[in-house]
């Protein structure tokens, strides 16, 4: 958008506006004009939008929102042009009259795991003829499926691409900030019927806005049947299918992730490498910069959502992106000492750290961009990891199906102590030990895991140190770091599911004894660790090259300490 643009917005009254001269719709319209006009013909054929002159704009909806329109134009492959046409309401100040009270929670990669597992464990037993396949079913104009009430009409107005004219629209629109949540009711609904309609041993499915993914199984025959029902009933439904889009096969493309089925017991999930690179060549780019640009913040921003629906533990990053995004967009309007205004600017320091957190986590996710999954339900390993954490040491012990299999000790150095800024010996460290504890457990035993489908319990009896392993931050700046080391440590192990279960300190017999070696000599060894007590295996050392990220000591700004002058810890108050 141009500088004049964003200053000349529509909260005033429309009909100023409309006064005003020169008010007319972005340059992605107006310089490609044709391509405008056939979407806008496109849509008054289906009813979406009227056209109606400036005086019925003027006499009926004086009191409205009138918002520039942008196009969205790509070059597919075949060379055939894809064309969307936005309304900002944004910078109209249309979106802040409409009320949002709910908050989208969509389908994640490992969500579809889950269910092709709970579909196999529903169908133990198959004829040799049966097989599985996916099914991308893709929505077309999804959003304008719902119609605006006429009270609304007044709020969705724009420059029209004819002289004289307004349009009006009469359907929601890419744009309207409740659009979206909108949609996913009405797409629940259509998802809930369908589903109620199916054996949900032969078909299943995940919705992900307009787009939904059906894994079918059974005979060829019963697997067309299930789709046909699903195609019928949405076209009885007057819900348009985008045919020319849809897949069918054992490997299909879903809201940007490749899944394979190569056989019934496994499923492959490949992670888009070019959209990993792109993202991470942004996030170097501002390495060592003062400021950075606004608008590049608000793009990564976009990314790093989608991003955290493929994997979850990038979703702390985005809540400090958009922190960052919204403070900064605050201050602009604020006249600084020297009397300049920098806009569009937003300074780097306050996300350094989660910078740094997300350039390690992105190569670790791209070193295995393709993940085999088992499905099956049979033969399922079954994972503890026991920690506990005392003044002077840690303890662990993993648990295969029910057998401890190894354990480790580890005393509590004075680079710890250092390192994390506690006190030696001191009760008061227990919570950022005990945490501690969880991550040294995780970094020394993650090459047992790396290739196999775990789901993987932690037990301990700090609720400190099971609350920072599922949130992956907390309210300080040391256990901020650990839980950033700890999901830099699962994604690296291959973990796609990471449970916590608390238990009693009496009952953590094991590792509360590897967590005290003074006392080895005064207390008798506890039956279970008998097989291992030649075996007791101690953990790398612990110094500057054992983490990935500099330590709270380094820089405590990067990790939410007490605030500066630049605000830089004000965007952990979004993730804790």
Excluded at 552 to 558: E, G, H, Q, R
Aim: glycine share 6%; proline share 4%; aromatic share 6%.
């Amino acid at each position: 958008m141009m500088e004049d643009e964003v200053k000349t917005g529509g909260e005033a009254d429309m009909a100023a506006e409309l006064e005003r001269k020169g008010f007319k719709n972005y340059a992605s319209m107006e310089e490609n004009r044709e391509d405008a006009e056939i979407e806008i013909r496109r849509y008054e054929k289906e009813g979406y939008v009227r056209r109606i002159s400036l005086q019925e704009g003027r006499q009926q909806y004086k009191d409205g929102t009138i918002s520039r329109l942008g196009l969205v134009l790509k070059e597919k492959e075949g060379g055939e042009k894809k064309r969307r046409v936005v309304i900002d309401l944004r910078r109209s100040g249309g979106n802040s009259k409409s009320s949002l009270p709910e908050k989208l929670v969509l389908p994640r990669p490992v969500d579809v795991m889950r269910m092709l597992k709970e579909m196999n464990a529903r169908w133990p037993s198959r004829k040799p003829d049966d097989g599985v396949e996916f099914a991308v079913v893709d929505v077309m104009d999804a959003f304008t499926t719902l119609p605006l009430h006429r009270e609304e009409h007044r709020h969705a107005l724009a420059p029209s691409t004819q002289e004289g004219q307004l349009l009006l629209f009469q359907a929601l629109l890419f744009g309207y900030r409740t659009a979206p949540l909108l949609y996913s009711r009405f797409a629940s609904m259509i998802a809930r019927l369908l589903q109620s309609g199916m054996d949900p041993k032969m078909a299943c499915h995940q919705v992900y806005l307009d787009d939904s993914l059906w894994t079918l199984m059974g005979s060829l025959e019963e697997r067309s049947s299930s789709l046909a029902m699903v195609l019928y009933t949405m076209m009885a439904l007057k819900v348009k299918i985008a045919l020319h889009k849809g897949e069918r096969a054992a490997h299909v493309t879903w809201v940007g992730v490749r899944f394979s089925l190569p056989d019934k017991d496994t499923l492959v999930v490949g992670l888009p490498v070019k959209f990993l690179e792109e993202t991470k060549a942004i996030l170097e780019s501002w390495s060592g910069k003062g400021m950075g640009s606004l608008k590049e913040l608000r793009s990564l921003a976009g990314k790093t959502a989608w991003l955290s629906n493929i994997l979850p533990r990038a979703r702390w990053v985005t809540a400090v992106l958009y922190a960052v995004m919204k403070s900064t967009e605050a201050e602009e309007d604020k006249i600084k000492k020297d009397g300049r205004v920098k806009k569009g600017l937003f300074a780097v320091n306050r996300l350094e750290s989660a910078r740094r957190w997300l350039v390690a986590f992105v190569d670790a996710a791209m070193a295995r961009p393709m993940r085999k999954i088992s499905i099956s339900t049979k033969n399922q390993m079954e994972v503890r990891l026991c920690c506990d954490a005392s003044p002077e040491g840690l303890g662990a012990v993993l648990v295969i199906n029910g057998s401890p299999v190894c354990a480790l000790a580890s005393p509590v150095d004075d680079y710890d102590v250092e390192l994390l800024a506690i006190e030696k010996g001191a009760s008061s460290s227990q919570g950022v030990l005990e945490a501690l504890c969880l991550l040294v457990a995780l970094k020394h035993w993650r090459k047992r895991f790396t290739g196999h489908t775990v789901t993987l319990d932690a037990q301990s009896d700090s609720m400190v140190a099971l609350a920072l392993s599922q949130r992956l931050a907390a309210s300080t700046p040391t256990l901020n770091w650990l839980g950033a080391e700890m999901s830099l440590a699962l994604e690296e192990a291959g973990i796609e599911v990471f449970r916590s279960v608390h238990i009693p300190g009496k009952a953590n017999v094991e590792a509360d004894h590897l967590s005290r070696p003074s006392s080895w000599s005064k207390v008798k060894l506890p039956p279970a660790l008998e097989p291992l007590a030649a075996s007791i295996e101690t953990p790398a050392v612990r110094d500057k090259d054992y983490y990935h990220l500099p330590g709270p000591t380094t820089d405590a700004s990067l990790w939410g300490a007490a605030a500066t002058s630049t605000g830089s810890c004000g965007t952990w108050e979004s993730v804790i």
